[in-house]
């Protein structure tokens, strides 16, 4: 099976165009969507114009929307683990007494 080739992808994030490559072109062009989008919300909110604290705040906000995320996410694995776990014991114990009537 052959590998998509890296295909260059203009986009556009607070009014600076870069040239990026990827195998996905729409999913690259999502990802500079909502960062732009992070941007304007941060500039709207502070007074600095300096895109460059602009950009490392955006950044803040998005690592602390994955890491909001990623507790939840491993919060509810456990919880699935733990049901799963209690699953398979209750099967194996009605195998078991499948077993000793059978």
């Known amino acids: 099976m052959a590998t998509r080739a890296a ?3 203009k986009v556009e ?5 870069y040239n990026l490559r990827g195998t996905d072109a ?3 062009s999502k990802l500079a ?3 732009d989008t992070k941007m304007r919300t941060v500039a709207e ?8 604290r ?3 705040l955006a950044a803040l906000n998005i690592a602390d929307e994955y890491h909001l995320l ?7 694995a456990g919880e699935y683990r733990q049901r799963a ?11 078991e007494e499948g077993r000793r009537i059978g």
């Open 7 to 9: 295909e260059p992808v």
């Open 13 to 17: 994030i607070y009014d600076q165009v």
């Open 26 to 28: 729409e999913y690259i």
């Open 33 to 35: 969507e909502y960062v």
């Open 45 to 52: 909110q502070t007074a600095t114009i300096d895109s460059l």
């Open 54 to 56: 602009l950009a490392v």
């Open 70 to 76: 990623r507790k939840k996410y491993d919060l509810l």
């Open 85 to 95: 776990g209690q699953l398979s014991g209750a099967l194996d114990e009605v195998l």
